[in-house]
């Protein structure tokens, strides 16, 4: 079992729908969540941090954790094209080791 | 968000040749850096760890006298290509953090090309 899953996608919206983004992690003492957003070629940029249960939201997008189903999730809203891209989910345990999820590929549908 | 920078983001090397690249944190003092590498359409693949002021810590199967890493302050790390074959040819990317659980911050990330 990977310590962090992510479902590999592709994930397909049309322009305007929500898209709902799903990561799993194995270790309990994880302490930091992350998502990045990585466009072909570049490098992963970060968009959302979370640290305690619930959800927290950032304009378009809302984080969502439950540490007791060691579930974190990414909502985005009123989808565009330009979110096309790869999302990844980071993990980060007490004692600072952080890993990724292979990512979940996104594409918007104009 | 804090600002990494990575040089060169593009570089051409012969075969045999050494290549340096170049991580730095711009804004923040960044007690770990993190190497990574990536091929075309996979997932990021962490090379190696470092802290300032010590010894990388290397992913199993990555060679540490290929690739050289070395972590002298707390603004820059660099990591070093020795004796390059094309098989090496990837992006390489780095990552940076102030604190044990925040945020890692990324480079621009280097594209290596080995002829």
């Known amino acids: 079992q990977k310590e962090v899953e992510q479902n590999s996608g592709p994930l397909s919206v049309p322009e305007g729908a929500i898209a709902s983004l799903n990561c799993t992690y194995s270790?309990?003492?994880?302490?930091?969540f992350f998502w990045y957003r990585q466009y072909s070629g570049k490098s992963p940029e970060l968009i959302m941090s979370i640290y305690s249960n619930g959800d927290k939201e950032d304009g378009r997008f809302t984080a969502q954790l439950n540490k007791a189903s060691q579930y974190v999730s990414l909502l985005i809203r009123d989808s565009q094209p330009s979110d096309s891209a790869t999302y990844l989910c980071?993990?980060?345990?007490?004692?600072?080791?952080?890993?990724f999820g292979d990512g979940t590929t996104l594409t918007v549908k104009p | 968000g804090a600002v990494v920078s990575q040089h060169p983001s593009r570089v051409i090397c012969k075969s045999g040749t050494s290549v340096k690249i170049e991580c730095r944190s711009l804004?923040?003092?960044?007690?770990?850096m993190f190497w990574y590498r990536q091929f075309p359409k996979k997932s990021l693949m962490l090379m190696a760890t470092?802290?300032?002021?010590?010894?990388?810590?290397?992913e199993q199967g990555v060679e540490k006298d290929k690739f050289l890493i070395n972590h002298a302050s707390l603004t820059l790390s660099t990591l070093t290509v020795t004796s390059a074959h094309p098989e090496d040819s990837s992006f390489y990317i780095c990552?940076?953090?102030?604190?044990?659980?925040?945020?890692?911050?990324f480079g621009q990330g280097t594209r290596l090309t080995v002829v």
């Open positions: 804004d923040f003092q960044a007690t770990t």
């Open positions: 470092s802290n300032e002021g010590s010894k990388a810590t290397y």
């Open positions: 270790d309990r003492v994880s302490q930091s």
């Open positions: 990552s940076a953090r102030e604190r044990p659980i925040t945020e890692a911050f």
């Open positions: 980071a993990v980060v345990t007490n004692a600072g080791k952080s890993t």
